[in-house]
Every structure is written in structure tokens, then in C-alpha cells.
């Protein structure tokens, strides 16, 4: 294959992840307690690390929020603008960049489903949640009690099952993306 067209197979690649990134976000299941409600992102957010390189889940994760950042509506339930990032739970988004690169950076080469799992499990979701909740205790008067109480725990149970569930696809789909697993 030539260098161009490893290029632009790259180059679809990520967009193929940006739009799933963006679609997921309006998949939503409000909470009546919390200023956050539940997201399909987090399954994506793990799917971008396990099927990238730390270089492409920075590229992927940092386009989806310029995207959101200049007015698309592609944040939670089609929410946008700097309002939105630099917002109460904003933290979150932010945490997908970064959770999304580390986990990238310690998945390895090739695919092993308890080491993906426990990276996702114990890393990209907490690495979420910190950032998450610390913006939102910034931002807001809430205490740290009633930030991990809304911002936190509702999540943990529903944000383990999607992040196996991306465990369980990173393979197939990465053999679909050609990445020799």
C-alpha cells in the first residue's frame, strides 16, 4: 500500500471515530439528580483508545472538541460552544482527551482483553470522573460529597459495562480498520 493511501486510510479512520464520537453524544439518558446524564461516550471514548495510537486518540479526541468548542452542536444532547466545555461539567470532555491518550499509551501493541479492560476500567474511567468532578466542584457550590453523589457514583455501574463492550468490539472493529489484531 502506498504512503498515500495509508494516509488517507488514517485519515478515515479517525473521522469514521470523530462522527461516532459526535452521534454517541446524542445518545442520553438524563439524570433528574445530576447536571450530568448518561452518555454513550464513554463506549466511544474507549474505542478510540484501543483501536488508536496515543497520537491519533489525541488527533481524534482534540478535533471532536474544536468541533464542539466553535458551535457544532456535538456535546452531550447536542449541547456546544465554550459555555459547554468551560461549563460545570465540562471536566468530562476534557477527561475523554486524556483518559483516551493514556489508555491509548498503556494498551500495548496487540489486543488482550484483560489488559484493555483493566486499563478502561481502572484508568480512563477514573481519569473521567477526576477531571469531571473536579471541574464541576470548581465551578459550582456544591461539596465534594454532593459532587461524587451526582457526579460520580450514578455512572460507575452503566460506564464499567460500556467500557467492556468496547473492550469486546476493539477487536473486531480493529480488524475491520486493518490494525493486525
Known amino acids: ?26 445518545i442520553v439518558i438524563p439524570l433528574p439528580f445530576s447536571l450530568s446524564p448518561i452518555v454513550l461516550q464513554t463506549l466511544v471514548v474507549n474505542l478510540v ?5 496515543p497520537k491519533q486518540a ?3 479526541m482534540f478535533v471532536y472538541i474544536l468541533i464542539g468548542l466553535v458551535g ?9 460552544g465554550p459555555a459547554k466545555i468551560f461549563g460545570p461539567t465540562g471536566g468530562y470532555i476534557w477527561g475523554y482527551l486524556v483518559a483516551a491518550v493514556l489508555i ?17 476500567v481502572g484508568l480512563g474511567i477514573p481519569v473521567i470522573y477526576l477531571l469531571g468532578a473536579i471541574q464541576l466542584k470548581l465551578l459550582t457550590d456544591m461539596n465534594w460529597e454532593a459532587v461524587f453523589l451526582t457526579g460520580v457514583l450514578p455512572f460507575i ?4 459495562v460500556k467500557c467492556i463492550v468496547a473492550v469486546i468490539l476493539a477487536k473486531p472493529i480493529g480488524k475491520i480498520f486493518n490494525r493486525g489484531y
Do not use: H, Q
Open 1 to 26: 500500500m502506498s504512503n498515500y493511501s495509508n494516509k488517507t486510510l488514517e485519515l478515515t479512520r479517525l473521522a469514521l471515530l470523530i462522527a461516532m464520537n459526535c452521534v454517541s453524544a446524542y
Open 49 to 53: 483508545a484501543f483501536l488508536l495510537s
Open 58 to 60: 489525541f488527533v481524534t
Open 72 to 80: 457544532i452542536p456535538v456535546f452531550t444532547g447536542g449541547s456546544a
Open 104 to 120: 491509548a499509551w498503556l494498551k500495548g501493541n496487540k489486543y488482550n482483553f484483560k489488559r484493555y479492560a483493566s486499563i478502561g
Open 157 to 160: 455501574p452503566l460506564d464499567i
